[in-house]
Nanobody, 120 residues
Framework: VQLQASGGGLVQTGGSLRLSCAAS????????MGWFRQVPGKEREFVAG???????YYADSVKGRFTISRDNAKNTAYLQMNSLKPEDTAVYYC???????????????WGQGTEVTVSS
């Protein structure tokens, strides 16, 4: 499966962005999907994931602010990010895998990153 992330940009503190991850080559419904982020000099970290049945999982740092979803008919996964903080600034990546677990760094397929910058 090929993944294409989009939707990043510059936003002020407290603002919102919605990231999209479009899949091609395979049916998204058969994949566990995840969002990760990375800042220079740090390891890539898990942000949110969603099981094939639609159960969401979140990193503690984004719980209550971010929402992951999937639209299998559109072959697209989303990450709605609200109440953004400067510490959310990073390059965000979407990723997919065939099987659980959701909360893991071991995803098989990765999209290119989309940059999110939150100004203070």
């Amino acid at each position: 499966v090929q993944l294409q992330a989009s939707g990043g940009g510059l936003v002020q503190t407290g603002g919102s962005l919605r990231l999209s991850c479009a899949a091609s080559g395979r049916t998204l419904s058969t994949y566990v999907m995840g969002w990760f982020r990375q800042v220079p000099g740090k390891e890539r970290e898990f942000v949110a994931g969603i099981s094939r049945s639609g159960n969401p999982y979140y990193a503690d740092s984004v719980k209550g602010r971010f929402t992951i979803s999937r639209d299998n008919a559109k072959n697209t996964a989303y990450l709605q990010m609200n109440s953004l903080k400067p510490e959310d600034t990073a390059v965000y990546y979407c990723a997919g895998k065939k099987f659980p677990p959701v909360v893991t760094a071991a995803y098989d397929y990765w999209g290119q990153g989309t940059e999110v910058t939150v100004s203070s």
